[in-house]
């Protein structure tokens, strides 16, 4: 199972950009997915949760102005980010956990994406 972080890029303090997390390989379910982000000297936070049933949750310094959301039928996630601000910068990894088919049967997994740059600068 492997995930592939996306979207990521440079943009104006105001602006939006869409990331997306996609999983491939032999999954079966993806319970948790969610986003991190890794600020230089400050280390990685969480951004924002959302489980297999929909139900999101956010940091205090996102709040309203991201949303996380889903797409099982792609095993995809995204992380729709608005009004960005320069302190928004940072690395953005995404993680999902869930269950994926082995030659045995069914495993567990836990897994992080690559990362991707967002640099919000004018």
């Known amino acids: 199972v492997q995930l592939q972080a996306s979207g990521g890029g440079l943009v104006q303090p105001g602006g939006s950009l869409r990331l997306s997390c996609a999983a491939s390989?032999?999954?079966?379910?993806?319970?948790?997915m969610r986003w991190y982000r890794q600020i230089p000297g400050i280390g990685r936070e969480l951004v924002a949760t959302i489980t297999s049933g929909g139900t999101t949750t956010y940091a205090d310094f996102v709040q309203g102005r991201f949303t996380i959301s889903r797409d099982d039928a792609k095993n995809t996630g995204y992380l729709q980010m608005n009004s960005l601000k320069p302190e928004d910068t940072a690395k953005y990894y995404c993680?999902?956990?869930?269950?994926?088919?082995?030659?045995?049967?069914?495993?567990?997994?836990?897994?992080w994406g690559q990362g991707t740059l967002v640099t919000v600068s004018s």
């Open positions: 993680f999902a956990d869930g269950l994926y088919w082995r030659s045995d049967g069914l495993s567990g997994f836990g897994i």
């Open positions: 390989g032999s999954i079966s379910r993806i319970n948790d």
